[in-house]
């Protein structure tokens, strides 16, 4: 079973260190259990939707073709 988390970060995690280290851990723990992490910027959500959406396709392009996420190959 593939599984995919979305991160979005605001401007919040560029000065806040406690919430920016609990985000690293929390990945991490994702990563660890087998989750693809992605993480967006609020800008890159608000304002180019195309590329959020361009990165969505291709890891639904890469688990139809069982793509390994490090290296690319099928």
Known sequence: RERVASEIDGRLHETDVDLFESDRI??????????????????????????????LAQVAQGWTERRCWACGHA
């Open 26 to 55: 929390r990945q991490n723990a994702l990563m660890l259990r087998g989750w693809l992490v992605l993480r967006f910027s609020w800008e890159d959500v608000m304002h180019d939707q195309a590329y959020v959406r361009s990165v």
